[in-house]
């Protein structure tokens, strides 16, 4: 019988070249069968009711069709039926001429013959003699379980889910979406995950980001490869540069899920509230694509707090979106906390800020930390126009180490002291 | 490997204590994960494959050595998502200092450390000249009044009377006769003091610096809050016939915890506070063991068996 032992060592994750070119090990032996299809393959039940029960894909009939094949004998026949839904002999399921047909039949005609005629199907005996070949195509694995909350129990046995652990995709992390666990296990790498892989790659998005993309955004696959290839379109007619609309396709995964109207509604948005060209539009929304997949109205409050409470003109407003694009997307309580300490206990006047907006990105405890050092030390000093003059980027931006020695000058152990003091 | 053990973290003012509880469980968690992991586990698959067979290639089985994708990372997550890190003695949000962090079978100790029922050592800054309603400077201001007439005797005359009313509270709550010579004995070692509830009491109070308007005292006490001491700052105004609000709390001290053993923000990772833990094993033995010798068994007896047996173990 089979060849000898062959220990193909994996050092890592050395996949057998099968996997990657045979269907996974599937219920059915490519025997020569009649044309049914498949009435043995029924659809487990209880598929995708809950959220959280992930059922496999019924399996496919690997049965080479052939609908000008002769009619094979009744042995035949039956030991074709019985193999291609092997599991369901073992399970309670109902047979298989109460369920419907499975989704992707290539062949809709149903010969009369080929449904199973319980009263005169005699019985297979385990004693029969087969065939070499068939005898090696019969895949007798343990049973998938029907539901699971886990895709750990499928990975190994599912070929679109080790070829998706292979690209980088973190399958724990999209389990816990809704819904994307059922789908994963329900597509088929060769007919549906490929063409937007490669739909992904035409655009730019590299291999080693393709695995993050698809953990944030495993809903990409129910998306129609012809709206994908439009809104890409759009975005070129926008003028976007190839490399900027790769980039903004790998940062922000959800992007090309929008519609052209909606896209063009938030581009129209940016451009008529922070009242910029079209030019630095694009480049605002190239550097954080995330503005235009997340919600507006924490922008526009944001914006009414820059111009409201803390009192930016709106020309000032610009310079600081163009230079820091996140302040858009910051939490208000901690920007207007920011502005407050700065403002008022620093006495940082606003043209200095809005040269220097990377001060409302940081933590408000590294700002307050650093400035009381300085005042204990007597250095203190945010006006340009006097000598010993700190910049206000360079108090936020530079770590401890440089912080201590280049601009407060003093050792480390002491700024560390100073902390526990405070 | 996991942590088990307490150690001390110095909690900046402006952030609540369980914001400081999670960012240090976060950050362990992520120096727990980066750690190396065992290797997935393999297992042997029988895969259709080609073979030359006597009549040419045939179909045949291949039994391969395949690793289990379950085991991968990617599948099965992170090792660690979740630790048992508890909390000490509280601070609340203004005040700052010295907060003891309990982590896995160290939680145990803290109630030890709870029931032990030891002193806390705080400074207190405070501004005369201003009363507002909830005793702090970022109150709604109630009244102003002037402070010249305050100085420094006056200041220790207050307190001394302070200290002289809690130490009486003190021999009460404690429980035990005063005229024993074991009473006498534990109030020369300083270990005369209530185990079990009590109000706050305060066991020593002094004036660190007085520049008015600000002044700077340092409390030692039991069974306080944070808001008591800033009630008692405001309370020394009224006496001094002035007013007073509280401008800092910071505790230097949590039973034999004290300000250099604890870990400042840039220091909460895995191997400084297993270091820390580490340092401070003996001293909480020692302690834990003075203060409840009287007690069959503690939870640190429990922590150095479960050492032995984990020695006994990786030495077999």
């Known amino acids: ?209 393709l695995g993050p993309f698809l953990t944030k955004n495993p809903y990409i696959f129910t998306e129609d490869l012809e709206a994908l290839e439009t809104r890409v379109a759009y975005l070129k007619s926008k003028k976007f540069g190839k490399e900027a609309i790769a980039r903004m396709v790998s940062r922000a995964p959800f ?157 480390v152990q002491d700024f560390m002291k100073f902390l526990k003091t405070l | 490997m996991a942590v088990h053990g307490l150690f001390a973290v110095y909690k900046p003012g402006g952030v609540g204590w369980p914001r400081v509880r999670d960012a240090v469980e976060t950050r362990l968690l992520a120096g727990l994960n980066s750690l190396k992991q065992r290797p997935p586990r393999q297992h042997v698959r029988f895969l259709p494959g080609v073979v030359e067979g006597e009549a040419g290639k045939e179909l045949t089985l291949v039994p391969t050595y395949l690793p289990v994708l379950a ?60 009363a507002t309603d909830d005793f702090s400077d970022t109150g709604k201001l109630i009244e102003k009044t002037t402070f010249d007439h305050i100085n420094r005797e006056m200041l220790e005359k207050i307190l001394a009377v302070i200290q002289g009313s809690n130490h009486k509270a003190l021999g009460r709550y404690a429980n035990i006769d005063l005229k024993t010579q074991e009473a006498y004995e534990l109030a020369v070692k300083g270990l005369l003091r209530p185990m079990q509830k009590s109000p706050p009491l305060i066991t020593a109070i002094r004036c660190l610096e007085f520049a008015p308007p600000e002044f700077q005292l340092e409390i030692r006490c039991l069974h306080e809050t944070q808001q008591y001491l800033r009630k008692i700052v405001h309370e020394i105004g009224l006496e001094l016939k002035s007013a007073a609000v509280c401008t800092q709390v910071r505790r230097t001290r949590d039973g034999f915890f004290t300000l250099d053993k604890a870990l400042l923000r ?11 833990i580490q340092d401070s094993r003996l001293t909480v033995k020692t302690e834990l063991e003075k203060s409840l010798g009287y007690l069959e068994r503690t939870a640190y007896d429990e922590l150095i068996e479960m050492d032995q047996v984990e020695e006994s173990d990786a030495s077999r």
């Not at chain 1, 290539?106 to 005898?135: G, R």
């Not at chain 1, 694509?289 to 944001?302: A, D």
């Not at chain 1, 600081?320 to 208000?332: D, F, S």
């Not at chain 1, 920007?335 to 809005?354: A, Q, S």
């Open chain 1, 255 to 411: 992007l090309l899920m929008f519609s052209v109207e909606r896209l063009d509604n938030r581009l129209g948005f940016f451009q008529k509230e922070l009242g910029l060209s079209v030019q630095k539009t694009r480049d605002l929304v190239s550097r954080l694509p995330r503005l235009l997949t997340g919600s507006l109205e924490p922008v526009k409050e944001n914006l009414a707090v820059c111009r409201i409470e803390l009192g930016f003109r709106p020309n000032e407003i610009q310079h600081i979106a163009l230079k820091i694009p996140k302040i858009l997307t910051a939490n208000k309580k901690k920007l207007t906390e920011t502005f407050d300490y700065v403002h008022n206990v620093m006495g940082i006047p606003h043209h200095i800020l809005t040269n220097f907006p990377q001060v409302f990105n940081s933590s408000l405890l590294k700002i307050k930390e650093r400035h009381m050092f300085l005042t204990f030390l007597g250095r203190a000093q945010y006006d340009p126009r006097q000598p010993s003059y700190i910049s206000v980027d360079k108090l936020v931006s530079v770590p401890s180490e440089v912080f201590c020695t280049e601009i407060a000058r003093a050792s």
């Open chain 1, 1 to 209: 019988m089979p060849a000898s032992f062959s220990t193909g060592q994996p050092a890592r994750w050395h996949v057998h070249p099968t996997l990657l070119t045979h269907k996974a090990p599937c219920r059915g032996p490519p025997l020569p069968s009649p044309p049914g299809p498949a009435p043995g393959c029924s659809v487990p039940p209880g598929a995708s009711s809950t959220s959280h029960s992930l059922s496999p894909r019924p399996p496919s009939p690997a049965v080479p069709h052939s609908p000008h094949a002769p009619p094979t004998s009744r042995i035949q026949r039956r030991r074709a039926w019985l193999f291609s839904g092997s599991a369901c002999l073992q399970s309670s399921l109902p047979p298989a001429s109460m369920q419907p047909p499975p989704p992707h039949t290539t062949h809709p005609i149903i010969w009369s013959w080929c449904l199973p005629d319980w009263d005169s199907v005699l019985p297979l005996s385990a004693l029969e003699e087969i065939s070499e070949e068939e005898a090696v195509q019969i895949v007798a694995e343990p049973l998938l379980p029907f539901e699971s909350f886990t895709l750990r129990d499928y990975v190994d046995r599912s070929e679109t889910l080790t070829k998706l652990v292979h690209l980088g995709v973190d399958l724990s992390k999209v389990e816990k979406l809704r819904n994307a666990g059922q789908l994963l296990l329900r597509l088929d790498f060769e007919n549906d995950i490929k063409k937007i892989l490669l739909f992904l790659k035409d655009v730019g998005v590299e291999d080693n980001q």
């Open chain 2, 266 to 276: 840039t220091h909460w990772d895995l191997e400084n506070i297993q270091k820390a």
């Open chain 2, 71 to 130: 085991d991968h990372l990617l599948v099965k997550g992170p090792r660690f998502t979740r630790l048992k890190v508890g909390a000490g003695h509280r601070l609340d949000v203004k005040s700052s200092g010295v907060f003891v962090l309990g982590v896995g079978q160290g939680c145990r100790m803290l109630t030890d450390m709870y029931n032990a029922h030891f002193t806390k050592d705080y400074t207190v800054r405070g501004l005369f000249g201003k």
